[in-house]
């Protein structure tokens, strides 16, 4: 996301992809990403 200066990330309806549900931005994106690894290791 850097690399090509997007700062965030919209989510969308399958079936109605011009709707747009959501808008994820890279802190949320490495929240969860950091969350989940650390899950993965103490398990």
């Known amino acids: 996301m ?3 200066q997007v700062s965030a990330l919209s989510v969308v ?8 549900l ?3 931005d890279r802190n949320q994106i490495g ?3 950091n969350d989940k690894l650390a899950e993965l290791k103490s398990s």
């Not at 309806?13 to 747009?20: G, L, S």
């Open 2 to 4: 850097t690399r090509k």
């Open 13 to 20: 309806d399958i079936d109605t992809p011009h709707k747009v």
């Open 22 to 24: 959501a808008l994820l």
């Open 31 to 33: 929240r969860a990403y």
